[in-house]
């Protein structure tokens, strides 16, 4: 049974930090790409940061929007087959639903290519505002 479960999001004001996780479960992180994306009431999906497949450090790959660079990190526990979003700074800007997607990796060419059309396996999303 593959799952993503989001968990991490809620209110913070402006300035403030949030660190989102994704549990994957049914396959393991060694091959997927895992992407998190956003959405806002009106605006369409962007995508936000991505990682790639493998177990070791050396291998990794990863991609942030032009919006979030500097501000948000991507990291992955290979151990807990979790995924996390650690978001500093956080600006209003940045209230979305975030959700993160499993892509299977057919090399670097799925990383190059985030944000996807479509994705293997989406979770079912977390609410982020920051509002003072």
């Known amino acids: 049974q593959v799952q993503l479960v989001e968990s991490g999001g809620g209110l913070v004001q402006p300035g403030g930090s949030l660190r989102l996780s994704c549990a994957a479960s049914?396959?393991?992180?060694?091959?997927?790409?895992i992407g998190w994306f956003r959405q806002a009431p009106g605006k369409e999906r962007e995508g936000v940061s991505c990682?790639?497949?493998?177990?070791?450090?050396?291998?990794?790959?990863?991609y942030y929007a032009d919006s979030v660079k500097g501000r948000f990190t991507i990291s992955k526990d290979n151990a807990k087959n979790t995924v996390y979003l650690q978001m500093d700074s956080l600006k209003p800007e940045d209230t979305a639903v975030y959700y993160c997607?499993?892509?299977?990796?057919?090399?670097?060419?799925?990383?190059?290519?985030?944000?996807?059309?479509?994705?293997?396996?989406w979770g079912q999303g977390t609410q982020v505002t920051v509002s003072s």
């Open positions: 997607a499993a892509e299977v990796m057919e090399g670097i060419q799925t990383i190059l290519a985030f944000p996807w059309k479509g994705v293997d396996y």
């Open positions: 049914g396959f393991t992180l060694d091959d997927y790409a």
């Open positions: 990682i790639s497949g493998s177990d070791e450090s050396a291998h990794l790959a990863t």
